[in-house]
């Protein structure tokens, strides 16, 4: 007699899951509930660590973005506020370079109200005025002007004495004209100043 073909059977307590993605047969892509059988465990523990290391890694990328950043705009604002510096400093070896022309410039001022400012010396003086006019020196005070105690020094003050209810200060007289290198005063006038009533 013969005897019936033997099934081969699984020891106890031994189980074999397929977890291929991807069925061999049909050649489709299994969803999660088809690769894991019902009650076997579905948390790999090789998946877990592999996401946390992961989730460990965004958390450093991104601190470390925020880190770049903040040192970017740090640089950025430290670069802004040293060519800011730099332009002042610029400035003010202009203006005290400038200042150093003022007896010079004050001179040929005096040459020309006494018209001796003629032949080759008007011709040096008005070049120097220029040249000093084109490095952005100006002057400022003139007779009429309103009194600005910031810009103006009075040497002499006269006093109204017409009893108007409101005056204003003009210049009379200009001692010593006053120089500006753009917002920077380098060298106040000097003038006379006189009450008149508005």
Known sequence: MTQPPVE?????????????????????????SQSAPAGAETADPLAAAVSADVAAAEGALAELT????????????????????????RD????????????????????REHGELEGAFRSVGE???????????????????????????AMTHTADDSGAASTTTVI??????GYVFGERIVRPARVAVADQPE
Do not use: C, W
């Not at 307590?13 to 299994?30: C, L």
């Not at 925020?66 to 040293?82: C, F, I, M, T």
């Open 8 to 32: 081969p059977t699984q020891p106890e307590g031994f189980t074999v899951t397929d977890k291929r993605r991807i069925d061999p047969q049909t050649g489709e892509v299994r969803a999660d």
């Open 92 to 111: 003010l070896v202009t203006a005290a370079n400038l200042a150093e022309f003022l007896p010079l410039l004050d001179d040929i001022g005096r040459a």
């Open 172 to 177: 009379t007289a200009v001692y010593q004209p």
């Open 127 to 153: 070049g120097l005025e220029a040249t000093i006019s084109k490095l952005g020196l100006s002057t400022f005070g003139a007779v009429g002007e309103e009194f600005d105690p910031v810009k103006h020094e």
């Open 66 to 89: 925020a880190d770049l950043q903040r040192v970017h705009a740090e640089y950025a604002n430290y670069r802004k506020r040293v060519d800011r510096d730099r332009e002042q400093m």
